[in-house]
């Protein structure tokens, strides 16, 4: 019985040894505090993704050796799925425009979102949305691409921080401009 408990107990300690530290959880941080340069009330309709932005990873590819295979963090996570983040982040900077009026209604899909390593340590981020103005078959796309400041989750979320600062602030342009 003995050498039963020793090695059920010596089971627990490797179990416990070998727990997973719980994953970083990025969002796009504090929203910049300038307005946009033009007031504009924006309404958002819908925000898509494709299903591989879905959910909360936080998506790199190896572009320099595995192009085709788009991978995820294991350690690392977005705090909501990136459609989401963005859509919330376009939500304070059109409502700091101090925008009033008849709103502009806007329906958004999301492209790209991730990090792209053309060469081991050297990255970047990519992203790229349509954006369709209630009334207008023709989407316009938005995109951003900026270096990384490091080759890891962290820059990538900073990163793409900015990239989503960039492409609302694109947007709000083209939203605040008269069909």
């Not at 010596?10 to 504090?30: E, H, N, T, Y």
Request: charged content about 20%.
């Amino acid at each position: 019985m003995k050498p039963y408990l020793s090695f059920c107990l010596a089971l627990v300690l490797v179990a416990c040894a070998s727990s997973q530290p719980a994953p970083v959880v990025f969002d796009l941080g504090i929203a910049p505090a300038a307005a946009p340069a033009r007031p504009v009330n924006v309404q958002l309709l819908d925000v898509a993704a494709p299903p591989w932005l879905a959910g909360p990873g936080l998506a790199y590819r190896l572009d320099y050796s595995e192009p085709l295979r788009r991978q995820v963090y294991r350690d690392s996570r977005w705090a909501a799925p990136p459609a989401e983040l963005l859509a919330e982040r376009l939500r304070q900077r059109a409502a700091a425009s101090g925008g009033v009026g008849k709103p502009v209604l806007l329906r958004l899909e999301l492209e790209e979102f991730g990090q792209v390593f053309d060469a081991p340590g050297k990255s970047r981020v990519l992203l790229r949305l349509r954006a369709w103005r209630e009334g207008q078959p023709a989407p316009r796309v938005f995109a951003a691409d900026l270096p990384a400041a490091s080759a890891d989750a962290a820059g990538a979320a900073q990163a793409l921080a900015r990239a989503a600062d960039s492409v609302v602030d694109q947007l709000l342009a083209w939203a605040a401009t008269p069909p």
